[in-house]
Nanobody, 127 residues
Framework: QVHLVESGGGLVQAGDSLRLSCAAS????????MAWFRQAPGTDREFLATVDWSGDMTHYSDSVEGRFTISRDNANKLTIYLQMTNLIPEDTAVYYC???????????????????WGQGTQVTVST
């Protein structure tokens, strides 16, 4: 079982930037895709972005494309990042990374497609 640990969350002001990190203990036996999701209180877990093993192929949800950037560490492929810019209060949520993707290609990834999750890191954006 792959273990994931997120870090980098915190309390920031609107307009600030923040970078989250996610370190995996090993490469997943399934797809090598890694992803970021977030979940605000009372809402479903929301897909944000995926990155492939090479780091060259990325995919974003419409809600964050242009503001958030997912990347993979070239020196340590087991670590990915989520660079978040121009944060707004609506970005307040617990942010999770995920891997061991077993879903179908050609559609937006869903939380149920991933079988390994981190514990999450809280991001709070104040006005």
């Amino acid at each position: 079982q792959v273990h994931l640990v997120e870090s980098g969350g915190g309390l920031v002001q609107a307009g600030d930037s923040l970078r989250l990190s996610c370190a995996a203990s090993e490469r997943a036996s399934g797809s090598y895709i890694m992803a970021w999701f977030r979940q605000a209180p009372g809402t479903d877990r929301e897909f944000l972005a995926t990155v492939d093993w090479s780091g060259d192929m990325t995919h974003y949800s419409d809600s964050v494309e242009g503001r958030f950037t997912i990347s993979r560490d070239n020196a340590n492929k087991l670590t990915i990042y989520l660079q978040m810019t121009n944060l707004i209060p609506e970005d307040t949520a617990v942010y999770y990374c995920a891997t061991d993707f077993r879903g179908s290609s050609g559609r937006r990834p869903q939380s149920g497609d991933f079988y390994a999750w981190g514990q999450g890191t809280q991001v709070t954006v104040s006005t």
